[in-house]
Every structure is written in C-alpha cells, then in structure tokens.
T-cell receptor, first 113, second 114 residues
C-alpha cells in the first residue's frame, strides 16, 4: 500500500525555537491529518486539512495541505517543553477507502529547556 | 468522560494463550478500528467495522478476530499468542459518512508475550 514519507525522523531543539516537519507521498490524498502521541497515550488529533492549499492553525501549530495534494507540512512556533512527543502525519488516499488512514512513520521531537 | 476507552491498558501473558481486548466509544461514531503499533512506533490498520459490519480487513493472521456487538463496541480476540504479537494495540473511531473523517484514538493496550 501507499507509504507516506515523513521527515525528519527526529529533531532536537531548544525551547523557543520554531519547528517544521513535512510529509510527502507519490499519490494524491483527499485529507491530511496531523496527530501527536505522548508516551503511554494514544495519538491525539491536532489539525485536519480537507482542501488543497488549505492553511489551518491551532494555537502555535500551523499546517498546510499542499497544492499538489501530495504533501503537507506542520509548523510549531516558539516551542515549549510540553511539545515533546511523536508527531504523525496521516491521510486518506484518493481512490482508496474513505475509512483507511495511511500514517507516516513519525517525527520524534525533543525540546531542551 | 473518556471518548475511546480500551481495557486492559497492560496485558502480560504467556505464548500460546488466548486473550481479548475491549474497546468502547461514547462519541456516537459509526465506525471503529483496530491498529497495531510496533516497537518502531509504526501505526498499521488491522480492522475496521462500520455499524457492526467488517469493512477493512488487512493482512492479519486469522488468529486475530474482531467482534462488534454494537456500533459503540469493538473487541479484539487473539488466539494462540506468539512472541511477534507483542505491540501496542490502539482502538479508534470516526463518524460515518464516507467523507474521510478524522479518527479518534484510545490510549492503547500494551501487550507483552513472555
């Protein structure tokens, strides 16, 4: 099945810095979703994107649905220690099941106070 | 208050045993899912039920059998557990509608096979 290429695999940053991560695919997606997973918990939805070019913010987080529908990015501004966790991109592939989410392999974010 | 709840949170058992994991959602969603997250944190869909009907069945050993008594519950039974079954299993749910709805996850069941 389709794989999502998520990068970077991990990031080590200082508190206060901005962060950017992205996800690409070789095929078109109808939705792009960004989740965060804290240790010992399940993924929590951060932002959902439904249209090409859509730019959506959730507090210090901003995500965009790429115009080609084959990519998405997530930016975190002014990072804080509680931003630590694994960030996953996910999406519904065009022509695939409306129920099947494909996930990226995650970006592990570490924030040094 | 919990939207998607799974039990148990931890499950430690011997190889060859049979075990079940339960999942319930109080979001009023029609569709529920089981995912497996391996040691590298990769999330892979296993099954999905919409209103008690199986709609996704990925390549999963037939030792794994999902059961949905109603649309708010989706249980996972695993027969003859093997070492490779050790993982975190997540339940999730979403609205029906065929419109690519986001999925909401439970906190996972950590299965360890001795």
């Amino acid at each position: 099945g389709q794989q999502l290429n998520q990068s970077p695999q991990s990031m080590f940053i200082q508190e206060g810095e901005d962060v950017s991560m992205n996800c690409t695919s070789s095929s078109i997606f109808n939705t792009w979703l960004w989740y965060k997973q804290d240790p010992g918990e399940g993924p929590v939805l951060l932002i959902a994107l439904y249209k090409a070019g859509e730019l959506t913010s959730n507090g210090r987080l901003t995500a965009q649905f790429g115009i080609t529908r084959k990519d998405s990015f997530l930016n975190i501004s002014a990072s804080i220690p509680s931003d630590v966790g694994i960030y996953f991109c996910a999406g519904h592939e065009s022509g695939g099941s409306n129920y099947k989410l494909t996930f990226g392999k995650g970006t592990l974010l570490t924030v040094n106070p | 208050d919990t939207a998607v709840s799974q039990t148990p949170k931890y499950l430690v058992t011997q190889m060859g045993n049979d075990k079940s994991i339960k999942c319930e959602q109080n979001l009023g969603h029609d569709t529920m899912y089981w995912y497996k997250q391996d040691s590298k944190k990769f999330l892979k869909i296993m099954f999905s039920y919409n209103n008690k009907e199986l709609i996704i069945n990925e390549t999963v050993p037939n030792r794994f059998s999902p059961k949905s008594p109603d649309k708010a519950h989706l249980n996972l039974h695993i027969n003859s557990l093997e070492l490779g079954d050790s993982a975190v299993y997540f339940c999730a749910s979403s609205q029906f509608g065929g419109s690519n709805q986001p999925q909401h996850f439970g906190d996972g069941t950590r299965l360890s096979i001795l």
